[in-house]
């Protein structure tokens, strides 16, 4: 067996653990690190909206740059919404403050009617916030990533409207009107392999997918619904120069079919068994998580046992990135943040 490697830049090790090569101790960043909970966020925040904020490259790139220097962070990941890239598509959206659709998705000629858009020319302000973040990361050696929004998580807002805990018209149309649904997923699969590969070619080393609400469908219709279009970004997505992360929130009934979908890592929420997954599915993927966001409220050494815990649970996967199992939640304290990433660099180093 070769010796494991010594001296790891930050971005050679998140690289590697995603692709399932040998690394000194798991990387660490966490999902929403930058945001509402850091002061100097909201100092950075304050007098713009947050569409303004989104589309502001200074300002996006400076809070996009925060959690590396604040609270010890190991990655980047760029200021941005899942919903950036679709009012262009001449969809009327606003934020109060999740996304509002002003016309909801409801019949084919709608889904028909979206615009065709290149996301290079229609949101050339994100690639601009990639290519600067990229450029002032390189001497530090700090990896960034970029993300998109999953299709069906798309879905459900353009369909709903807003945001739902049982989004009953989604799934009403999923079951009266299949082949709507069917044309704005294949719509919105398009979208999101042409966003994430013009993020790649912007420069980001790793992009993850977010699927907030496929957890709301039983594995079943997960497997019909949502898999189809996540093993198609898989394939489309340029993985050779950025490795793949899904991350599907309330997802514990689906693990297995996400170790399924192609993607370099899956990523798990809270309620997952980690141990579990490691050994099920360790050995075809990476793991990221997952941490509970509320966990971040303990004191500092029991989130180093924790920590601990988490990483021994992970240990038979080919894997590790250490995570939250949610984003970082806006009462979250900067001091548990802080020891979730102290905790990480003080693991015992691999041998």
């Given at each position: 067996?070769s010796?494991?490697?010594?001296?790891?830049?930050?971005?050679?090790?998140?690289?590697?653990?995603?692709?399932?090569?040998?690394?000194?101790?798991?990387?660490?960043?966490?999902?929403?690190?930058?945001?509402?909970?850091?002061?100097?966020?909201?100092q950075?925040?304050?007098?713009?909206?947050?569409?303004?904020?989104?589309?502001?490259?200074?300002?996006?790139?400076?809070?996009?740059?925060?959690?590396?220097?604040?609270?010890?962070?190991?990655?980047?990941?760029?200021?941005?919404?899942?919903f950036?890239?679709?009012?262009?598509?001449?969809?009327?959206v606003?934020?109060?403050?999740?996304?509002?659709?002003?016309?909801?998705?409801?019949?084919?000629?709608?889904v028909?009617?979206?615009?065709?858009?290149?996301?290079?020319?229609?949101?050339?302000?994100?690639?601009?916030?990639?290519?600067?973040?990229?450029?002032?990361?390189?001497s530090?050696?700090?990896?960034?990533?970029?993300?998109?929004?999953a299709?069906?998580?798309?879905?459900a807002?353009?369909?709903?409207?807003?945001?739902?805990?049982?989004?009953?018209?989604?799934?009403?149309m999923?079951?009266?009107?299949?082949?709507?649904?069917?044309a704005?997923?294949?719509?919105?699969?398009?979208?999101t392999?042409?966003?994430?590969?013009?993020?790649?070619?912007?420069?980001?080393?790793?992009?993850?997918?977010?699927?907030?609400?496929?957890?709301?469908?039983?594995?079943?219709?997960?497997?019909?619904?949502?898999?189809?279009?996540?093993?198609?970004?898989?394939?489309?997505?340029?993985?050779?120069?950025?490795?793949?992360?899904?991350?599907?929130?309330?997802?514990?009934?689906?693990?297995?079919?996400?170790?399924?979908?192609?993607?370099?890592?899956?990523?798990?929420?809270?309620?997952?068994?980690?141990?579990?997954?490691?050994?099920?599915?360790g050995?075809?993927?990476?793991?990221?998580?997952?941490?509970?966001?509320?966990?971040?409220?303990?004191?500092r050494d029991?989130?180093?046992?924790?920590?601990?815990?988490?990483?021994?649970?992970?240990?038979?996967?080919?894997?590790?990135?250490?995570?939250?199992?949610?984003?970082?939640?806006?009462?979250?304290?900067?001091?548990?943040?802080?020891?979730?990433?102290?905790?990480?660099?003080?693991?015992?180093?691999?041998?």
């Open positions: 067996m010796p494991l490697p010594t001296d790891l830049t930050p971005a050679e090790r998140l690289l590697r653990t995603c692709r399932g090569e040998p690394v000194d101790r798991p990387p660490v960043w966490l999902m929403r690190q930058a945001g509402r909970y850091l002061p100097e966020y909201r950075v925040r304050e007098g713009t909206t947050f569409l303004e904020m989104c589309r502001d490259v200074e300002r996006a790139v400076t809070v996009s740059l925060q959690p590396v220097d604040l609270v010890g962070t190991e990655a980047v990941i760029m200021f941005q919404d899942i950036t890239p679709i009012p262009a598509l001449g969809v009327d606003d934020f109060r403050p999740g996304p509002v659709v002003a016309e909801p998705l409801r019949t084919l000629a709608q028909e009617a979206l615009k065709k858009i290149d996301a290079r020319e229609s949101v050339p302000f994100v690639f601009e916030i990639v290519k600067v973040l990229r450029a002032e990361l390189a530090r050696h700090i990896p960034l990533l970029g993300f998109a929004g299709p069906f998580t798309l879905a807002y353009l369909v709903e409207g807003q945001g739902s805990k049982s989004f009953s018209t989604l799934k009403r999923l079951h009266r009107e299949p082949a709507t649904l069917r704005l997923l294949a719509r919105l699969t398009d979208l392999v042409d966003y994430l590969n013009a993020q790649i070619e912007a420069g980001a080393q790793v992009v993850q997918l977010f699927d907030t609400w496929a957890g709301l469908l039983s594995a079943a219709e997960y497997r019909e619904w949502v898999l189809p279009g996540h093993q198609e970004i898989a394939a489309r997505v340029n993985r050779a120069e950025a490795p793949l992360i899904l991350y599907v929130n309330d997802g514990a009934h689906v693990v297995a079919e996400m170790a399924a979908a192609g993607a370099d890592v899956i990523s798990l929420d809270w309620r997952c068994d980690l141990a579990s997954a490691a050994k099920e599915h050995s075809r993927v990476s793991l990221q998580g997952n941490f509970d966001p509320c966990g971040l409220h303990a004191p029991v989130i180093f046992e924790q920590v601990r815990a988490l990483a021994e649970a992970a240990a038979p996967a080919r894997g590790h990135v250490l995570n939250l199992g949610h984003g970082c939640l806006p009462d979250t304290p900067v001091e548990g943040v802080r020891a979730f990433t102290d905790a990480a660099r003080a693991l015992p180093k691999r041998s």
